[in-house]
């Protein structure tokens, strides 16, 4: 797995409760939105140039998680559907997104409560974000598409010991998706800010040479009561899942979560905290 050329954007606030829960809704306060359901703002957590500073780092990986330096950072998972998309410009602009393939992300996050931007609190080196190495093919990003049928579980590891770390969540429970989501993506590249936890968007894209293709993290999901008093220690496994709700049960899920070991059409991201 090697995107090293591809640009890397979150999507924040896109599942209800999630800021909430992750102490992150009052660095949004400010931000104001056309909707109360709408997501707050797009996110950098990688940029192919030099000239991007500590967003330059790769930070991708499908089987580590790096532990931060500073040992007294709370890290948590956050588990999410990542979608790789063509990127089209026009003028230097982007006029639209393809999505052509999806799967199992972990958007892992340091709660750093005084940090400026929301990118310092997800890239701070190699091996420090998630994606599985199983991805599954995208036709249509249309309601009705295959990805309408899957769902999103989260679980977490520790001395043998498997727990449910988020909601097991539909697809369909983001905010904003389809459609909606690929426009407000692209008026977010073209025109989003660089105001408070927000970066300019479109100066990251010109400096990396206009990318033409990109990873979009779409939202993390809530919390379990577990998950949301929990942070990750070294030892500890970080297990996301990106399943066909119509094929498989949560219970499967679990077992397979349990044993670590997942069929070829379900995007698993299993990764070691070291």
Excluded at 60 to 88: M, T, W, Y
Aim: net charge negative.
């Amino acid at each position: 797995m090697n995107y090293k050329n591809v640009i890397g954007f979150g999507v924040a606030g896109n599942f209800a409760g999630h800021l909430e829960q992750a102490g992150e809704a009052n660095d949004f306060l400010a931000v104001k939105t056309q909707e109360v359901v709408q997501p707050k703002a797009i996110f950098p957590f990688y940029v192919p140039s030099e000239k991007a500073g500590f967003l330059s780092v790769y930070p991708l990986s499908s089987n580590k998680l790096r532990f931060p330096d500073n040992s007294g950072d709370n890290l948590q998972i956050e588990p999410e559907i990542a979608i790789l998309c063509h990127v089209i410009y026009q003028n230097n602009q982007v006029v639209k997104l393809i999505p052509y393939s999806f799967g199992a992300y972990n958007d892992c996050s340091i709660r750093r409560p005084n940090a400026n931007k929301i990118c310092e609190k997800k890239n701070w080196g190699a091996e420090t974000k998630g994606l599985s190495d199983t991805l599954i093919p995208l036709t249509s990003f249309e309601l009705g598409g295959e990805i309408d049928k899957y769902r999103i579980a989260c679980f977490h590891r520790r001395e043998e010991k498997t727990e449910i770390y988020g909601l097991d969540s539909p697809a369909l429970g983001y905010s904003y998706f389809h459609t909606k989501l690929l426009d407000w993506i692209v008026d977010r590249m073209n025109n989003q800010p660089d105001q408070g936890p927000m970066n300019n968007i479109a100066e990251l894209l010109a400096i990396a040479d206009y990318p033409t293709e990109e990873i979009i993290s779409i939202g993390a999901t809530r919390y379990t009561e577990f998950g949301e008093s929990h942070y990750l220690q070294k030892g500890d496994t970080s297990i996301v899942v990106v399943y066909n709700g119509e094929k498989y049960t949560k219970q499967q899920i679990l077992e397979m979560a349990q044993a670590q070991s997942f069929p070829d059409d379900i995007s698993a991201l299993i990764q070691q905290v070291i």
